[in-house]
């Protein structure tokens, strides 16, 4: 009888081996991909391609699976706190293995495949970590790490017999060199650096995340905002994002939602939205905002502004924001 395994998958090397490692065994391995909301967007697709096309190159079933609204509260409290930033790894992988073991049980498969390699990052991939992530999950002795197995306590595939310890890798830290030995070795090519890419991991990102955590406006619709151009704590309850360039503006336009503040210089300039309460004094200072990064006058700046998606109406902005005066409207690590 063939043994069914489903794996985390995704476009790098490593869970690609631990795809290659186990169909080595006779095992049919079955692949599951996040697609999360806190990816790189341009980087994004790419990945998401690139999953596709190895997942049809190791001629394995892909699934892909959204995470949305219910990871959100991962982020807004995770277990086992955040990595260096604002990511909550651990969380997050026990997350995943959550969701993989849905998917195990309705395929009837044996056990979970893992790609992860001991010590390789920081937060989710010590031994500790793995042994929490295990238990957390539900899933004691059913992850099969192939590429580091032998520097782990035997799982219950390798127990009961349904795959080959001696097989199995001890491969530990953050040197690729025997992963690339390996991809010669099945004929993987083209393979990227592994994983990267989480928006979490980066500080000022993880800063914007915060404020939005902290004014109760963490959503979907607003991360997907703040992914884009230059954001601006006006206050509390109101945020504004000025795109950087024509594209970002494009995009932040396809983004602008009932409500929102749209702001356009009447010269060459950036676009900005603004969310949250439209309270006067935001909507001044928002104005004074993208005044202060459209060239052009001074004084008496001509703004045009609409709240979508109502009609377009002028506005004058008597004096541009300065520069002291902008800095107050940034997110920083002492104000939140
Ligand atoms: S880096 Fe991001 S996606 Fe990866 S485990 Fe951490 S929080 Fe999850």
């Not at 394995?60 to 909550?88: H, M, S």
């Not at 937060?123 to 782990?152: H, T």
């Not at 993208?290 to 609409?306: L, M, P, T, W």
């Amino acid at each position: 009888m063939t043994i069914k395994a489903v794996v985390l998958f995704s476009e790098g090397l490593d869970s690609s081996l631990a795809v290659k490692l186990m169909q080595e065994q006779g095992v049919e391995v079955v692949a599951i991909n996040f697609i999360m909301p806190f990816s790189h967007e341009n980087k994004h697709k790419k990945k998401k391609n690139i999953t596709i096309q190895r997942a049809e190159e190791l001629k394995i079933k892909l699934k892909l699976y959204k995470a949305e609204k219910e990871y959100l509260q991962i982020v807004k409290n995770p277990r086992y706190g955040y990595g260096k930033n604002l990511n909550p790894c651990i969380a997050c992988r026990i997350w995943m293995l959550e969701k993989a073991k849905e998917l195990m049980k309705e395929l009837d498969a044996g056990f979970i495949v893992s790609g992860e390699v001991l010590g390789q990052r920081p937060m989710s991939q010590k031994r500790y970590a793995l042994k929490i992530i295990e238990k957390e999950s539900g899933l004691e002795g059913l992850i099969v790490r192939p590429l580091s197995a032998k520097l782990l306590d035997p799982s219950i595939p390798e127990k009961e017999g349904w795959i080959e310890r001696e097989k199995l890798f001890d491969i530990s830290g953050r040197s690729r060199t025997r992963q690339f030995a390996l991809a010669k070795r099945f004929k993987i090519t083209n393979y990227d650096n592994p994983a990267g890419g989480c928006l979490l991991t980066e500080s000022y990102f993880s800063l914007k995340t915060k404020d939005l955590i902290k004014s109760n406006m963490f959503n979907m619709n607003n991360i997907h905002l703040i992914k884009k151009g230059r954001y601006f704590s006006v206050s509390n309850s109101f945020k504004l994002v000025v795109g950087r360039d024509k594209q970002e503006n494009e995009e932040l336009m396809a983004l602008a939602g009932e409500g929102d503040l749209i702001l356009k210089s009447e010269v060459k300039g950036p676009i900005a939205i603004g969310r949250g309460e439209l309270e006067d004094e935001y909507i001044r200072t928002a104005l004074e905002i993208i005044a202060y990064y459209c060239k052009g006058q001074e004084n008496n700046f001509k703004v045009k502004f609409s709240i979508f998606p109502g009609e377009e109406k002028d506005a004058v902005v008597k004096d541009k924001m300065t520069k002291e005066r902008l800095s107050k409207y940034r997110v920083k690590s002492s104000n939140i």
